[in-house]
């Protein structure tokens, strides 16, 4: 039986929370789905077939740093991002549009798109719906976000309201180019992003009009840039709602594994964040009783595993003194078993949350991991 283009089932819910099966051509995804950061075609410090083996099922690429180097039309010609980066399941595109805002200099935003100076070189590019939508079907994504304006929270209300509209006639012109995008419409998805920042009825704006569009998932966009957990959640409590509650739910760029389990409990099914991988560099590993630093000294002569309660291969074989020895000496290995222990834990949390949803369990999973993750006595 040849696999669909798109097809999302949800097998279990739990208040609001919902587990489930995305079906693509490329693999099953399933939800609640963990994304590890392939942002220039690598999850850093990682092989791919180690990636899958943490329990990956898809992860996720960058348009603006793809485009810049080595190239959306390179990658084309070398068989598309799957093939350059030996990854044979589903990956997900970010539109680049956080990035040109994050990263660029000299950038200027109209209504054709957002003119910018790359972080490279200072080469100078336009990135509008149309472009951003070809670079994604260039490097031949599974899952296409539409392109769309990002502005902080902090910004006024009308700014807000301003850049939301912009952002859902930019995504109507995002599915006019994904559609005429030919056999790659054919086997791909295209997700749609609500903005409105903490504004209930700015995303209800903007969710109305993504529905009116059609979209095969919505992504809650417009958080974790700066606003705290407790007015993440208060937005969250009503934003996922707003969208179609039988396609999947993005929250984008999140984030803490305490973030994803409140996320979860509010209906969020996909999530992607670069912080199990840039924290493992940087000597930081998540555990069930908070995130701890190897560089402190006090780890020198701990033969304990990262985490006692994790079955990864890095918490079966090395100790925290080893591990505080790599990452004071700089060495590579550090940084690769950290990074791969991250990912560990990350995808044991999505299957325990998984689990939890199915067997009607979430609060009591959520209460208990909140409670050691803050009062467990390891963090630093």
């Known amino acids: 039986m040849t696999a669909p283009r798109f097809h999302f089932s949800i097998a279990a819910t739990d208040g609001k929370a919902r587990t489930g099966t995305i079906r ?19 999850v850093k410090a990682m092989k791919p077939a180690d990636v899958r083996a943490t329990g990956a099922d898809i992860i996720l690429g960058n348009t603006y740093h793809l485009m810049l180097r080595p190239g959306a039309e390179r990658v084309a010609r070398l068989g598309g991002l799957h093939r350059f980066m030996r990854w044979d399941r589903p990956i997900l595109t970010d539109s680049g549009g956080y990035q040109v805002m994050s990263l660029s200099a000299l ?9 910018f100076k790359s972080h490279l070189d200072g080469s100078a590019h336009m990135l509008s719906p149309e472009r951003s939508i070809e670079i994604q079907r260039l490097l031949g994504s599974d899952i296409v976000m ?59 704006a903007s969710a109305d009009a993504l529905l009116a569009i059609g979209f095969d998932g919505y992504a809650v966009g417009g958080l974790a840039v700066g606003e705290g957990q407790e007015a993440m959640f208060a937005t969250l409590d009503f934003a996922p709602g707003q969208l179609d509650p039988d396609k999947p739910r993005y929250l984008m760029g999140v984030g803490k594994p305490d973030d994803i389990v409140g996320a979860v409990e509010r209906g969020i099914d996909m999530f992607d964040c670069v912080l199990p991988t840039r924290s493992g560099r940087n000597g930081q590993a998540f ?78 999973f959520a209460a208990d991991f909140r409670a050691a993750y803050h009062g467990g006595g390891t963090g630093d």
């Open 107 to 115: 950038t200027r935003r109209s209504e054709e798109g957002v003119s």
């Open 287 to 364: 555990t069930r009783r908070g995130p701890i630093n190897l560089r402190n000294a006090r780890f020198g002569e701990d033969e304990l595993p990262l985490d006692e309660s994790c079955a990864c291969a890095v918490c079966g074989q090395f100790s925290r003194a080893y591990l505080h020895h790599l990452i004071r000496a700089g060495e590579i290995l550090g940084a690769m078993l950290m990074t791969e222990h991250n990912l560990s834990f990350y995808q044991g949390l999505m299957e325990d949350l998984r689990a939890a949803i199915a067997t009607g369990t979430l609060s009591s």
């Open 146 to 204: 539409a392109f769309d304006e990002l502005v902080p929270t902090t910004t006024t209300v009308q700014q807000q309201a301003e850049a939301m509209e912009r952002s859902m006639r930019w995504a109507k012109r995002s599915r006019d180019a994904f559609d005429a995008g030919g056999e790659h419409a054919g086997r791909a998805a295209l997700f749609g992003i609500q903005q409105g920042a903490l504004d209930e009825k700015l995303r209800k």
């Open 24 to 42: 693509m051509q490329r693999g099953d995804i399933r939800t609640p789905a963990f994304m590890p950061v392939g942002t220039a075609a690598t």
